[in-house]
């Protein structure tokens, strides 16, 4: 199986981690931000991440990729969400990419590495949000206090390796991309129980994070 993916895309994260938990082979296709082509053809819209079957066949949406994968291990992923974790995933959500945009084609990831896939995501996101990348970056103060006081409300909710304190559920499978993708950012500051958590599903997932590049 083949995955299609960006590397800063928390969707894609997690079709990576449901490979990696499951123990189900798939091969890493990154593709240009700007490539509208590929994922128009393979599943008729410019998203991923995309899934290639094994009966040579697409699918998207990444919950349903998770989902598919787990199957294929017969190793199905609990469906369980606490509404306190959803209700923090929708919170933090709300604002922040506003840290993750400006910061995300700073780090050489693949799906940036030419000039014209780094402009066609800022005009993209720049239009989603109606702010540009420089205001973004001059947010950074007022959105880090936000965040570390939502990171605080999160730390409480870790209750082992898991965020359940049981097997890997879906819970997992939404907030670790999203505090992955926090690690981009120089100067946040995760509580230990966080911090813990966010190595330990990265060592599991096999995923890198960012801390060794933050901007």
Same mark, same amino acid.
């Given at each position: 199986? /083949?995955?299609?993916?960006?590397?800063?895309?928390?969707?894609?994260?997690?079709?990576?981690?449901? %490979?990696?938990?499951?123990?189900?082979?798939?091969?890493?296709?990154? #593709?240009? =931000?700007?490539?509208?082509?590929?994922?128009?053809?393979?599943?008729? %819209? +410019?998203?991923?991440? !995309?899934?290639? /079957?094994?009966?040579?066949?697409?699918?998207?949406?990444?919950?349903?990729?998770?989902?598919?994968?787990?199957?294929? %291990? =017969?190793?199905?992923?609990?469906?369980?969400?606490?509404?306190?974790?959803?209700?923090?995933?929708?919170?933090?959500?709300?604002?922040?990419?506003? #840290?993750?945009?400006?910061?995300? *084609?700073?780090?050489?990831?693949?799906?940036?590495?030419?000039?014209?896939?780094?402009?066609?995501?800022?005009? /993209? +996101?720049?239009?989603?949000?109606?702010?540009? !990348?420089?205001?973004?970056?001059? /947010?950074?103060?007022? #959105?880090?206090?936000?965040?570390?006081?939502?990171?605080? %409300?999160?730390?409480?909710?870790?209750?082992?390796?898991?965020?359940?304190?049981?097997? *890997?559920?879906?819970?997992?499978?939404? *907030?670790?991309?999203?505090?992955?993708?926090?690690?981009?950012?120089?100067? !946040?500051?995760?509580?230990?129980?966080?911090?813990?958590?966010?190595?330990?599903?990265?060592?599991?997932?096999?995923?890198?994070?960012?801390?060794?590049?933050?901007?």
């Amino acid at each position: 199986m /083949k995955l299609y993916v960006y590397d800063h895309c928390p969707f894609c994260t997690r079709a990576r981690m449901a %490979a990696a938990l499951r123990g189900v082979a798939t091969e890493l296709v990154y #593709l240009p =931000n700007d490539d509208e082509d590929t994922p128009i053809r393979l599943i008729g %819209a +410019k998203q991923l991440p !995309i899934l290639q /079957k094994e009966d040579g066949s697409h699918m998207g949406e990444s919950l349903d990729i998770v989902r598919h994968i787990a199957a294929q %291990a =017969n190793t199905p992923i609990s469906e369980t969400i606490r509404p306190s974790i959803q209700a923090w995933a929708g919170q933090v959500g709300e604002y922040y990419n506003q #840290l993750l945009f400006p910061r995300s *084609i700073q780090l050489g990831l693949p799906e940036f590495a030419t000039p014209s896939a780094v402009v066609y995501f800022i005009l /993209k +996101k720049e239009a989603s949000v109606g702010t540009g !990348i420089a205001q973004m970056l001059d /947010k950074t103060p007022d #959105l880090l206090a936000q965040i570390h006081r939502d990171l605080h %409300a999160l730390a409480s909710q870790i209750h082992s390796d898991t965020l359940n304190g049981s097997d *890997i559920s879906m819970e997992d499978i939404i *907030i670790f991309p999203m505090l992955r993708n926090l690690s981009m950012v120089r100067g !946040i500051q995760f509580p230990q129980v966080v911090q813990d958590y966010i190595a330990n599903m990265a060592a599991r997932s096999q995923i890198n994070t960012y801390f060794d590049c933050a901007v």
